[in-house]
């Protein structure tokens, strides 16, 4: 029986060692890679041009610096009291929901339809003449005011501060609120029933309180540029200074009413 000596165990741990430097591991020989081998290259996506004005294009996406800035519109503004007449201009600027409007306007206000009945009705005794003319075998008798001149004029500055109350891409409704100046000159040159002259002619300043809806419409843009279209509702009420004149009262009275306007105009801005 042989002995088991020292050098028989260092003998066995040198054999140990050199097979675990020389012999490959099981567990990284399925994980080599081969140098040589290059990976393939993705295909290049082409992205699509993107569009600002389609409907809900930047939606979710963070505004530039720029779109922060206040947007303007110039509108001119139809009243249907006043649609022979120059019509209003409203220029506007804005920010948020919150905008400013400065509206100036100068027609033949107010807009007396039928002159005669008006000065009866406020204690002027207009002349009726009395025409008549034969045709054929019978007689046709037609009558007349005497009435030489009847003019109005009215000229007004309204700032409205407006605030939206609902807003989508291509609608928006506000409410305003306006104060201003107004100006209203008339003059009246007629006969009355005793062949006397009636002629009166007043000027007068005042202030104006309007406040109104707008009913907005526009095609949808994110930087807010084109063409627009606006409807009014609004009240205007005037305090104007009568000055002992007979007509005074009477024509402050027909500027006080409900007015409902067509405008029509542009958006724009200044954005960098």
């Known amino acids: 029986m042989s002995h088991f000596h020292p050098h028989h165990l260092l003998f066995i741990f040198i054999f140990l060692a050199l097979a675990y430097l ?14 040589s081998s290059v990976p393939a290259q993705a295909p290049e996506k082409v992205l699509q041009p993107l569009t600002l004005n389609a409907p ?6 963070i505004a530039p610096r720029g779109l922060f800035k206040r947007d303007w519109t110039a509108q001119l503004i139809f009243f249907g009291d006043s649609l022979n007449g120059m019509p209003a201009f409203e220029l506007g600027f804005g920010k948020s929901r919150k905008t400013l409007r400065l509206l100036y306007s100068d027609s033949a206000l107010p807009r007396i339809t039928d002159a005669g009945p008006f000065l009866r009705d406020n204690g002027v005794n207009v002349r009726e003449d009395l025409t ?7 007689t046709a008798t037609y009558s007349s005011d005497a009435i030489n001149s009847f003019r109005t004029r009215t000229r007004s500055l309204t700032l409205y501060l407006g605030r939206e109350l609902y807003q989508s891409e291509s609608v928006s409704l506000s409410l305003l609120a306006g ?3 107004i100006y ?14 009636f002629r009166e002619r007043a000027s ?3 202030l104006l309180f309007s406040p109104g809806l707008q009913l907005s419409f526009s ?3 994110v930087i807010k540029r084109g063409f627009t279209a606006s409807l009014y509702l609004i009240y205007d009420k005037i305090w104007l200074a009568d000055g002992g004149k007979k007509l005074s009262s009477p024509l402050r009275k027909e500027l006080e ?7 029509v105009g542009w958006r724009f801005n200044f954005y960098e």
């Open 22 to 35: 020389f012999v490959p591991s099981p567990s990284c020989a399925g994980y080599s890679v081969s140098p």
């Open 56 to 61: 809900g294009a930047l939606r979710g996406v």
């Open 132 to 138: 008549s003319v034969i045709i054929g075998q019978s």
């Open 179 to 181: 104060i201003g100046g």
């Open 184 to 197: 209203r000159f008339y003059s009246a040159d007629c006969f009355l029933a005793d062949n006397s002259v």
């Open 204 to 206: 007068s300043y005042g």
């Open 219 to 221: 095609a949808p843009s």
């Open 257 to 263: 009413n409900l007015r409902l306007g067509l405008g």
